[in-house]
């Protein structure tokens, strides 16, 4: 299984970011997603996550109403729409896919099995 993420990179306070995650080696369509996030120093935190429908999502307080999950299951791939950015959603963000089909959405991090190698934003103010 590898997951792929894109779309990280600097941003200014305020600005958008599209992050994308690339799938292949399981059924994606079957498989509940995750984004997760590690900032330096500090744990690796949930951000959002989707069921494998695309039907159900959970958001971490703090990007509630600032980004949106989302998934193409045509395309094995999966969204986070960071809108409103701020210097504290600096961080290495993570792709990760429960392994178990179609197994309910889970917000933390042991709960997924397979992690994409992350992809840095950086959000200046």
């Known amino acids: 299984v590898q997951l792929v993420e894109s779309g990280g990179g600097l941003a200014q306070a305020g600005d958008s970011l599209r992050l994308s995650c690339v799938a292949s080696?399981?059924?994606?369509?079957?498989?509940?997603m995750g984004w997760f996030r590690q900032a330096p120093g500090k744990e690796r935190e949930f951000v959002a996550a989707i069921n494998w429908r695309g039907t159900s999502t959970s958001y971490a307080d703090s990007v509630k109403g600032r980004f949106t999950i989302s998934r193409d299951n045509a395309k094995d791939s999966m969204y986070l729409q960071m809108n409103s950015l701020r210097p504290e959603d600096t961080a290495v963000y993570y792709c990760?896919?429960?392994?178990?089909?179609?197994?309910?959405?889970?917000?933390?991090?042991?709960?997924?099995?397979?992690w994409g190698q992350g992809t840095l934003v950086t959000v200046s103010s």
């Open positions: 080696g399981l059924t994606f369509s079957y498989n509940s």
């Open positions: 990760a896919a429960d392994r178990t089909p179609f197994k309910a959405l889970g917000t933390d991090y042991t709960g997924y099995d397979y």
